[in-house]
């Protein structure tokens, strides 16, 4: 592939190519890449529109991914590629991952074709540890999906003060979507999940006391309200960039209003 250009090199919709022999390899395919998540929109990509074309050659997945612009973040695009290519590799065949109309798709294909890892991709332009910053943005969600959790529980409860929601548990959540992502999001960062662990947490899970929890909870919502809008925002630029993808993004999972 060229030196990446500003401009992509077709507003086409993200096409899955293949014999009917590959159709059941392109599924999973599809299935793992909806465990990628973009790190700092906490969405899975095949919901953004980010996986632009699925194919098999001789065997061998081959994946081209799409961002909103040719600007994003290096290290956010590198790491979702990254994470891309893990999915792919985890089913057991060969797969080859590459990112398109990015100012940085030379250099970060290179890297993921060599597994050269993020450092042996940037060299000395990676100032900053992949893992501290997936951790960053793993701590970020989990807040998020805590504001969602238990905002909808205050709306449940309208006679709950704020400061009440130090006493609620995890076991007090409704078994819907949002404490289920929230549950989803305890687990990766190591955290419990037992019933009776509180719902409403600081950043290393520590427990709130009454007259903390109106600022947490501000702190929470302002994060959260940042997510939704960001992810919005580049649900339309990748729309305004690849015209057709818009038959390729899914609703977002939470769609109610919860500001």
Not at 33 to 51: A, C, H, S
Not at 115 to 125: H, L, N
Not at 150 to 166: F, K, N, Q, V
């Amino acid at each position: 592939m060229g030196a990446a250009t500003n401009e992509p090199a077709g507003a086409d919709a993200a096409a899955v190519v293949g014999s009917a022999a590959d159709a059941p390899l392109l599924e999973r395919a599809r299935a793992a890449l909806g465990t990628v998540v973009d790190p700092e929109l906490d969405e899975p990509i095949t919901d953004l529109g980010f996986v632009r074309s699925m194919d098999v050659a001789d065997g061998e997945l081959v994946v081209h991914l799409r961002l909103p612009t040719s600007f994003c973040a290096p290290n956010f695009a590198y790491l979702m590629a990254s994470d891309a290519k893990d999915a792919l590799l985890a089913l057991g065949v060969a797969a080859t991952v590459r990112l398109d109309d990015h100012h940085d798709s030379e250099i970060i294909n290179r890297g993921l074709a060599a597994d050269a890892g993020y450092r042996g991709t940037f060299g000395d332009e990676a100032d900053e540890d992949l893992d501290d910053l997936r951790l960053t943005f793993r701590r970020k969600a989990h807040t998020a999906a805590m504001e969602r959790a238990l905002t909808r529980y205050l709306r449940a409860h309208p006679d709950l003060p704020e400061e009440g929601l130090h006493a609620v548990t995890l076991g007090d959540l409704p078994a819907d979507d949002a404490t289920r992502a929230l549950l989803r999001h305890r687990r990766t960062l190591g955290l419990s999940t037992a019933a009776d662990r509180p719902a409403l947490i600081g950043p290393d899970g520590e427990s709130c006391s009454p007259e903390d929890v109106p600022w947490r909870l501000r702190v929470a919502r302002s994060l959260r309200v940042s997510m939704d809008g960001n992810a919005h925002f580049c649900r339309g630029l990748l729309r305004t960039r690849y015209p057709d993808s818009a038959a390729d993004q899914s609703p977002r999972a939470f769609q109610e209003k919860v500001s």
